[in-house]
C-alpha cells in the first residue's frame, strides 16, 4: 500500500499546469462507443479513473492505442454490448456512461450497477426516467441493470424532477442516434456537459443548448470518428488554488478556463485571498490571514460540490465561525480526519459549523473519497509537522501527478510504499 507523507508548512510558490477534466473524459471515453470509427482524444489526464475506463472499453473488444501520456487512440467498431466486466464497472461512478452508449448504439444495454466514492446516497432514478421516455424498458436484476428498446429508441420531451449530471449525459448518449428529436429540461449545466455535446457534434450529432437547462438533441443515423482535446479540469485548478491560499503562497495555475473557476474564485476572494484572471490562467496570492465565510454547494454555475472538502480545510484556517451547506451530496465522512489534526466541526444535517483558528497539527489521515483526500493533502502542507495519509488510491482517481505537481512548485511532500499490515488505515 502506498501512502503521502508531507512535512507542512512551507508556502507554495511557482506554476502549476492543469490536466484535461477528469468528469469530461470519462463520458467522453465510453461515447466512442456510439461512434463508427477512430477517435484521438487529446488532453486526457494520466488518473486511475481513465485506466479502468480504457481497460472497460479494451475488455469490451474496443482497439485501445495509447500515442502518448495524455492521447489515445479509440476503434469500437468491434465492441461486445452487455460485455463491461463487472469487477472494474463497480470500480468507478462513471461506468453508469455505458447504459446510454449501449442503448445509443444496440437499442439495449446490459450493465452492473457502478461503484466509485462512497460519499452518501447517489440514485440514478433520474436516468432510468429518461431512458423509458426514450422507449427503453429497464430493470433491475443481480446486480446489473439491463435496458432494452424492443422498437427502437424514440426522440421524446424529458425533464428531469431535479438537476443531475450524469442523468443528463447518459440522455445525451441514448438520444443521440434515436428517431426524432429529443427535449432535455432542467439539464445540467457543468461544462463538461458541453464537453460532451461539443465532442459528439465534432463526430457528426445535432446537439443544441448544452450549457442552459434545456437542450435539443436531433437524432441521426451515424457518428464519424474525429480527434478531440479535453477540457482543462476546473476541479483540480480549484484544489491548487486552494493549496496556494491554505499555505500562505502564490501560484500561477495555468491551462484553466477562468469563467469556469467563477464561483471558487469569488469565495477566495470573500476570504481576502487575491486572484488575478487572465485569458488561461489564474495567479492565486495569500499573504493575509483568512476571513471565515458560508459557503452553499449548489449545480453549476453555484459553487461545486466537488469542491467543499477542500474549502473546508480553508475555514479551519480562517478565523471565526464558518457555515458549509451541501445541497448537492451529504459528503462529510472527511469530518472526522480534520478533527484528527484537531479541527473544531459539528454536523447539522447537511451542514458544518466549523469554528476556525483553533490550533491544528500534522497527523495520520486517511482519502475517505477523491476529493477528501485532496482536502487532507491542503491540510498537511498548511500545517506545520507531518501529516500521513493512506488510501491515496483515491485521490489518484481523479489527479494527474499530484505528488509531482506539488513537489515542483516547493512542497515538502512524497509518496512511499507501506507494508499493508501496518497501514493504519487499515488498523481495526
Not at 484537531?342 to 451542514?351: R, V
Amino acid at each position: 500500500m502506498e501512502k503521502i507523507v508531507i512535512n507542512g508548512g512551507i508556502p507554495l510558490r511557482g506554476t502549476i499546469d492543469i490536466s484535461g477534466m477528469k468528469n469530461g473524459a470519462l463520458p467522453i471515453l465510453f461515447a466512442s462507443l456510439l461512434v463508427d470509427g477512430r477517435c484521438v482524444i487529446e488532453n486526457v489526464p494520466a488518473i486511475s479513473d481513465v485506466y479502468i475506463s480504457l481497460d472497460i472499453l479494451q475488455r469490451m473488444g474496443a482497439s485501445v492505442r495509447m500515442l502518448d501520456k495524455n492521447t489515445v487512440e479509440l476503434d469500437t467498431q468491434n465492441i461486445r454490448g452487455g460485455s463491461a466486466p463487472i469487477d472494474l464497472v463497480r470500480k468507478l461512478r462513471a461506468s453508469y456512461y455505458l447504459l446510454g452508449s449501449e442503448l445509443g448504439r444496440f437499442g439495449r444495454a446490459y450493465v452492473g450497477y457502478p461503484g466509485g466514492c462512497d460519499f452518501g446516497v447517489r440514485p440514478i432514478d433520474q436516468h432510468i426516467k429518461g431512458f423509458e421516455a426514450l422507449g427503453a424498458e429497464v430493470t433491475l436484476e443481480g446486480g446489473y441493470i439491463k435496458a432494452e428498446a424492443v422498437d427502437g429508441l424514440m426522440g421524446a420531451h424529458v425533464f428531469f424532477d431535479e438537476v443531475t449530471v450524469g442523468g443528463t449525459m447518459n440522455i445525451m448518449l441514448a438520444a443521440v442516434k434515436a428517431k426524432g428529436c429529443t427535449v432535455i429540461e432542467n439539464a445540467a449545466r457543468e461544462p463538461h456537459i458541453v464537453d460532451l455535446a461539443n465532442f459528439l457534434n465534432t463526430c457528426g450529432a445535432v446537439i443544441r443548448g448544452a450549457g442552459t437547462d434545456t437542450i435539443r438533441i436531433r437524432g441521426v443515423e451515424t457518428l464519424h470518428g474525429c480527434t478531440y482535446a479535453i477540457i482543462p479540469d476546473m476541479i483540480e485548478a480549484g484544489t491548487y488554488m486552494m493549496a496556494a491560499a491554505a499555505t500562505g503562497g502564490t501560484l500561477r495555475i495555468n491551462n484553466v478556463i477562468p469563467k469556469h473557476l467563477e464561483s471558487i474564485t469569488a469565495k477566495l476572494e470573500e476570504m481576502g485571498v487575491d486572484v488575478v484572471e487572465d485569458d488561461d490562467y489564474v495567479i492565486v496570492s495569500a499573504s493575509k490571514k483568512l476571513r471565515k465565510i458560508n459557503v452553499k454547494t449548489l449545480p453549476y454555475p453555484g459553487f461545486p460540490t466537488d469542491m467543499q472538502p477542500q474549502v473546508a480545510v480553508l475555514m479551519c484556517l480562517a478565523g471565526g465561525v464558518s457555515f458549509l451547506n451541501d445541497s448537492i451530496f451529504d459528503r462529510f465522512k472527511y469530518v472526522e480526519q480534520l478533527q484528527r489534526m484537531g479541527a473544531s466541526i459539528k454536523i447539522d444535517g447537511k451542514t458544518a459549523i466549523i469554528e476556525g483558528g483553533t490550533p491544528l497539527s500534522g497527523a495520520q489521515v486517511s482519502a475517505v473519497d477523491l476529493r477528501a483526500g485532496a482536502a487532507m493533502v491542503i491540510a498537511g502542507l498548511a500545517i506545520d509537522g507531518k501529516t500521513e495519509i493512506d488510501n491515496i488510491y483515491r485521490i489518484e482517481r481523479g489527479y494527474d501527478d499530484l505528488v509531482g505537481k506539488l513537489r515542483a512548485v516547493g512542497a515538502d511532500i512524497k509518496k512511499i510504499n507501506v507494508p499493508d499490515a501496518v497501514s493504519f488505515g487499515m488498523m481495526a
